[in-house]
T-cell receptor, first 116, second 114 residues
Framework: AQSVAQPEDQVNVAEGNPLTVKCTYSVSGNPYLFWYVQYPNRGLQFLLKYITGDNLVKGSYGFEAEFNKSQTSFHLKKPSALVSDSALYFCAVRDLANQAGTALIFGKGTTLSVSS | ETGVTQSPTHLIKTRGQQVTLRCSSQ?????VSWYQQALGQGPQFIFQYYREEENGRGNFPPRFSGLQFPNYSSELNVNALELDDSALYLC?????????????FGPGTRLTVT
């Protein structure tokens, strides 16, 4: 079965420090991978995606993610965290078993808390 | 450019009742997907509508149904509400139905079933 795992419920970092939010996936085929962020009382906002090509993907707000096929991982990173980055982060993979092209399987989410 | 909007914001229904949630897609987007997000969980895919047709469904029973209109707006209907249907319902639109297009989400409708 296809799945996405976010092993950490919460990540705490100090402002200015680098941050990493982890994601691993399991799919039977080439993965389409996404990161979304959710702020309180708001919908999800798209950050970045990996479809093919360069393993390092750059996205919105200074975030980037590295696709690692051998480790089946797609970790989200940022060189210098901001307090305003504090939010709930979701990793998602396209559901290859669903005919709908937009069907995504989401992880449970990781709460990022950046302290000043 | 207008983003994805959803109505109502909050809704309280009684078990057994029926509910209709509405979504207006982002300008230029022809594909709408609906997701259910239970408390503390990631969103779960319900179904996708492309050019007024359902063309993919997640693991949800038939009492979850939808519509898409010629202007690409959409409705989610849930019949015979159960307590477990209490969740945040998210609508997302994308430029096309093909894989790889990013989805733009609305703020959601919070449904409480008592």
């Amino acid at each position: 079965a296809q799945s996405v795992a976010q092993p950490e419920d919460q990540v705490n970092v100090a402002e200015g420090n680098p941050l990493t939010v982890k994601c691993t996936y399991s799919v039977s085929g080439n993965p389409y991978l996404f990161w979304y962020v959710q702020y309180p009382n708001r919908g999800l906002q798209f950050l970045l995606k990996y479809i093919t090509g360069d393993n390092l993907v750059k996205g919105s707000y200074g975030f980037e993610a590295e696709f690692n096929k051998s480790q089946t991982s797609f970790h989200l990173k940022k060189p210098s965290a901001l307090v305003s980055d504090s939010a709930l982060y979701f990793c998602a993979v396209r559901d290859l078993a669903n005919q709908a092209g937009t069907a995504l399987i989401f992880g449970k989410g990781t709460t990022l808390s950046v302290s000043s | 450019e207008t983003g994805v909007t959803q109505s109502p914001t909050h809704l309280i229904k009684t078990r057994g009742q029926q509910v209709t949630l509405r979504c207006s897609s982002q300008s230029g987007h022809n594909t709408v997907s609906w997701y259910q997000q239970a408390l503390g969980q990631g969103p779960q895919f319900i179904f996708q509508y492309y050019r007024e047709e359902e063309n993919g469904r997640g693991n949800f029973p038939p009492r979850f149904s939808g519509l898409q209109f010629p202007n690409y707006s959409s409705e989610l209907n849930v019949n015979a509400l159960e307590l477990d249907d209490s969740a945040l319902y998210l609508c997302a639109s994308s430029l096309e139905a093909a894989p790889g297009y990013e989805q733009y989400f609305g703020p959601g409708t919070r449904l409480t079933v008592t």
